[in-house]
């Protein structure tokens, strides 16, 4: 039985060694762990290997699959963040030491409403994030798992900050998680189209954060039916991106609950939401780049122009308690876009908020 941490392999020692082990070590779970400069990581986690630790830099490799079994907890060894520079968050500084996981090949992380999978620290502060790359696989996932405590890993590429849960060049699906208590953005989409949906998103510094570059600013991500509430900066930041913003509840956070810059959005694009008590605003888009923004059939308190559109209290069951259905009373209720498209799962029209839509029932 091969030990259940991953030790941190130090940069003095590989350049001593000069190549990884030949030979990965193999246990009865069939899990594998190989050393090089990082830890690479395929095989199964079971719950019985639970918790599993990962002290240092862990990687799934290019065309090795990692399956984290439900009710299996990884603890990452975690640090006192200082500057964006701080050593132990900067990986072209040789004395990172944290714990952060690479995928460059798939990751099957599926839990269950009864039995998640956690994300977390080992000890006080945070730790790294987990990171999929430009070759991860497309049908990775992350679904009823809890990510808690992550923040940031810098120069995991040449100058890119990787946060929370980041997908680089990647497109996976993250969906059914509680993403809380970062010191980050929650989800970071970089030239992405991932599926984000049916998530709660609390207590970051930006929920969900998208940027495109290298002219492909046409990618769709599609960030819908979300809970995104109470982060210390804003809701969603949409940069070049041109996401689908369905059926999400954005409330309670300290800047700009949507944040649109460098390029306006399509006609449809943001529809059925629920933008209620950001404290500086609701919407805000930069002048600079984008003078007008279509929003339709959503709830924005004080207004926004655009088809549809209310500026009435959503009237949620009890938002003090973080729930968010809609009270049978809410001028929310079929008030969504009419298309046949958006109905909600009984048929009925579409009710405005993270329950409503065809992807509500969660």
Known sequence: MIPKTILTVLMGILLTLGACQENPINNEDNLYIEYNLYQDLW??????????????????PQGKMLVIEPGVTIKFKSGKIGTINDADFDWIDSTIDIGFLRVDGKLIA????????????????????????????????????????????????????????????SSIIIQNNLIQNFEGFGICLQNSEALVQNNIIRNCITGIDTWAFDGLAYLQPVIRNNIIIKNTFNGITIGKPKPLVENNIICYNANAGLYVGMEPLGKDNVTNNILWGNENSQVKIDSFYVTELNITYSCIENGWPGEGNLNTNPKFVDFTMEDFHLL???????????LEQYNDHDGSRNDMGAYGGPHGNW
């Open 43 to 60: 095989g199964t986690i079971k719950k019985s290997d639970s918790p599993f630790y990962i002290d240092g830099a862990a990687r799934v």
């Open 110 to 169: 599926e839990g269950t409403k009864t039995d998640p999978i956690i994300f977390t620290r080992a000890s006080d502060h945070n730790w790294g994030c987990i990171y999929f790359s430009e070759t991860a696989d497309s049908s990775s996932i992350i679904s009823f798992s809890r990510v808690e405590y992550a923040s940031l890993i810098y120069n995991i590429e040449s100058r890119v900050l990787a946060m929370g849960i980041t997908c680089w060049y």
């Open 328 to 338: 049978p009373n809410s001028p929310c209720i079929d008030a969504g876009n009419p």
